[in-house]
């Protein structure tokens, strides 16, 4: 007899899924058969949706509340429904895009429709990804080039690192004994070190 799954998926742990979860209840999905995740899209390696790949069987169901929750990236979400509808034989019900429901129209000209359909909506998805990520990459460039200082604040340096840093180039100790007495790594002494001659005269 053929089930009906739901996939749920949030980006973080502090994210809520109450939302996905009760529009999939409604579905009169029951709670066992709902499989989730609580991590990014990027990829579709995920323990609870691999668990669900194992339990789907032909003809089964599997509803999502919208396409983003299947996942992010746009060729894996069209190779990802080419193994659930072709190779798994189970159907794919996206609640907030109707036109996404392959038991509708089961011939030719409904498989085209929700193919292109698909196809367009990750397309879209996508490609806005990408302009979130240039447009953060240009404010990023702005802010330096007006010297906002970007990141965490450096830690002040301890009172002995001057006189340890002189020691140090004079060969009178080691980079590790002189972090050492300075209670910094040895890399993070290198690093303020390299900084401070970059400003010293």
């Known amino acids: 007899m053929a089930e009906t799954y739901g996939y749920i998926r949030v980006s973080s742990t502090d994210q809520n899924e109450s939302r996905q979860r009760i529009a999939l209840e409604q579905q009169a999905i029951s709670s066992n058969r709902i499989f989730m995740d609580k991590m990014s899209g990027k990829d579709f390696q995920r323990p609870q949706y691999q668990a669900m790949l194992k339990k789907l069987r032909p003809g089964d169901l599997l509803c999502v ?90 830690k002040p340096l301890p009172a002995n690192f001057f006189g340890m840093y002189e020691r140090w180039k004079q060969g009178d100790v080691s980079a590790t004994e002189a972090s050492r007495r300075c209670g910094m790594a040895r890399s993070t002494f290198r690093y303020r070190a390299k900084l401070y001659e970059k400003v010293s005269p």
């Open 65 to 154: 509340t919208s396409i983003d929750r299947l996942g992010r990236n746009y060729e894996e979400i069209l190779e990802q429904w080419r193994i659930l509808t072709r190779e798994k034989r189970v159907d794919i019900l996206v609640l907030d895009m109707p036109l996404l429901d392959t038991r509708r129209d089961k011939n030719l000209l409904g498989t085209f429709i929700a193919d292109l359909v698909l196809q367009v909506l990750s397309f879209v998805a996508q490609s806005e990804r990408e302009n979130i990520r240039n447009r953060q990459a240009q404010g990023i460039a702005a802010a330096r080039r007006k010297g906002i200082p970007l990141g965490r604040k450096a």
